[in-house]
């Protein structure tokens, strides 16, 4: 059986701890990945979805523990970190002619 982590008080407690303990004895399997949003949101976003599409993304968000429009952010992010290879590019302006 694993150990339970202790509880650490302060900052340098925790390095003290993650210092100098051996992190395969502790139980971690109640750990969940956490992003820090650390850049300003300076800029905003207007659209229009259908209610399912929306509904649905508030579900997803609900179940990852997060605000909606965090949620929004992430998928965001991660379409745009993924290669370029596959996508479509978009529609291009067809020009006038002219007469």
Same mark, same amino acid.
């Given at each position: ?10 900052? *340098? @407690?925790? *390095?003290?701890?993650? *210092?100098?303990?051996?992190?395969? *004895? ?8 956490? $992003? ?18 929306? +509904? %649905?993304?508030?579900? $997803?968000?609900?179940?990852? %523990?997060?605000?909606? &429009? ?6 965001? @992010? @991660? ?6 290879? %596959? @996508?479509? +590019?978009?529609?291009?302006? &067809?020009?006038?002619?002219? %007469?």
């Amino acid at each position: 059986m694993k150990k339970k982590l202790p509880v650490l008080k302060t900052d *340098e @407690e925790a *390095e003290r701890f993650v *210092e100098t303990a051996d992190l395969t *004895e502790y139980d971690l399997s109640q750990f969940k990945p956490v $992003r820090f949003e650390f850049a300003p949101k300076t800029e905003r976003v207007n659209m229009r979805l259908p209610a399912p599409l929306l +509904a %649905g993304v508030k579900a $997803r968000a609900a179940r990852a %523990g997060m605000p909606y &429009q965090r949620y929004i952010r992430l998928a965001l @992010e @991660e379409a745009l970190a993924r290669p370029e290879a %596959g @996508e479509r +590019a978009p529609p291009r302006k &067809q020009k006038r002619k002219a %007469g």
